[in-house]
């Protein structure tokens, strides 16, 4: 870019070459008078925040009785964030506790004969026993037989499954 | 201790716990997670804990050498003592991984030229994760002595870096320069990072033990075994489904090491980028296993010259470091055969691109078209158990038969395993984005209910991952 105008034999063709005019004059020849800005109402003497404000008496008693906590720190913010993780593993540990039941009874049931393995299988036939009269195993037991007739489904013409004898 | 297993779920909660709950003593803390590593990968043997502890002394006492020459005698010669650690680290892996290979190969070679001897044979057990451990404390000297970064501050710090669990076993590669400073202050979780790892975790688990494992048991593992027995639709989608298969299985123990260790408030580097979105062989590289194809390139293309010394030097060094690369998955002759098929493809890349310069000679569809099905012949080198099976799967690839493996759902698996390069790139990072400002519960339940579906629909037991073997 320079500040040389571009020379004339260059053609700028398409593009507009020069600034179109405005068809319609400037306002402040046409003698029209606009109307100006209202006067201002500010007092300048005034500060907003001292105005009276009115609120609620309960609000008012529980800022006091229960003060806002100050604003964490970075470390704050960490263990927050840190409580908020474990929450969340806890929720999800429990989850499967109780919809998943089967797996640690299906876990114990692969393991070598021992005393953990003969344990973990009482406690667990036990508990998903107990889980069953509420239903809680309907959901992955659904989720399972759907899964299966899509494992079994077959093309068109195509050889079915083979039935176990 | 598999990581879809409820014991290493057990395992994890404890060291969760206990981790965090020491997180005022950077150094206890740090001490119990050695701990737990060694317990962790004693589960497989023992006896290999005190090889990687062997390792690790190893590592850390040439880096401090290398450290107090670079010290006292900053001009001096130090290339012998990065050389002495390196070819340790070469010496172990070579001895547990390719002494048995290079005997029989030495033993027939001596036969055909009529020098028949028997030749001592040792019953030698792989360590799990060797050639991810020994390539850590490779890259550790080496960038020791380049002055990268600064040798660790304590002998515990090098036998974590080594031993971390959520990534000693398959990877990535965490080298020091990332892992080192995280070590030296105690961590912060994050819950940007807690969702992200908790979901990178669900994904993870989903991928290995509904859409690996199912394609690998009832399409892959028998169509690989008998290739002969089945069609060309049968053989052709089961290469398809192990190029699906091993994308899921070990993208998914990546991501879910990525998200273990970022439980634990430590940050791991992505190891997979939507490989088969490639356009051309280089791309793929820098899309699949990208911390050891990154290891490759600064320990082993570089200092064989790189690019530096011309096209012919370039072709050369990059097929040199492709077929180290097929050796490192494994000692077999398809291993190397890979190796130089992905290195002879990028060769021809190199020199089209020298050609024809950096126009596009194709579209990008071709280009991806074609990239993926050059990756699929590889992986048939790479899953048969020799080059008899190899060549039977191509020769397969012509006969006419009805189908009888490929069904529906697995037909499925595939077209989503593949639909899966296609989600936008970052779409993890981009829902732990929204999901980290939901109340813990909403996303307790979530995570909660896909673990649900995932148990509900996997099979009974796990197979291991296919890069523990490496």
Known sequence: ?165 | MLFPTLAFGIFFLFVYFTAWSLDRENGRRKLFLLLASWFFFAQWDWRFVALLIASAVLNWAVAALIAKRMRDHPDGRRAWLVGLGVAVNLLILGFFKYYGFFIEQAGELLTQFGWERDLPLLQIVLPVGISFFTFQGISYVVDVHRGKTPPAKSLVDVMLLMSFFPHLVAGPIVRASDLLPQFDRAPRLTRAMATHGLLLIVWGLFKKTVIATELSVNLVDPVFFDPSAYSAFDIAAATYGYAVQIYCDFSAYSDMAIGLAALLGYSFPRNFDQPYRASSMQSFWRRWHISLSSWLRDYLYVPLGGGKKGLISSCINVFITMVLGGLWHGAAWTFLAWGALHGGVQVIERLGRAAFGDRKVVPTVVGVLVTFHIVCLGWILFRAENFDLAMAMLQGLGRIGPVTMLTPLLLTLIVGGLAMHWLPPRAIEGVAERLKAAPSITLALLIGAAFLLIEAVRPEGVAPFIYFQF
């Open chain 1, 1 to 165: 870019m320079t500040d040389e105008r571009d020379p004339p034999e260059i053609p700028l063709e398409p593009f507009p070459v020069y600034r179109q005019v405005s068809p319609f004059p400037p306002l402040s020849e046409t003698g029209v008078r606009t109307a100006g800005d209202p006067p201002s109402d500010w007092n300048q003497g005034a500060d907003a925040h001292d105005l009276p404000t009115r609120e609620n008496r309960l609000a008012t008693l529980g800022r006091i009785a229960f003060p806002p906590a100050p604003p964490l720190d970075d470390e704050g913010v960490a263990a927050r964030d840190l409580r908020w993780t474990s929450r969340t593993i806890v929720i999800v540990t429990a989850f499967m506790l109780v919809f998943n039941a089967v797996s640690p009874l299906n876990w114990s049931r692969q393991q070598a004969p021992g005393w953990v393995q003969g344990t973990v299988q009482q406690v667990s036939e036990v508990w998903v026993n107990q889980l069953a009269v509420f239903g809680v195993d309907m959901p992955r037991q659904g989720v399972r037989e759907a899964w299966m007739a899509a494992r079994d489904a077959r093309f068109v013409g195509q050889e079915p499954v083979p039935t176990a004898p």
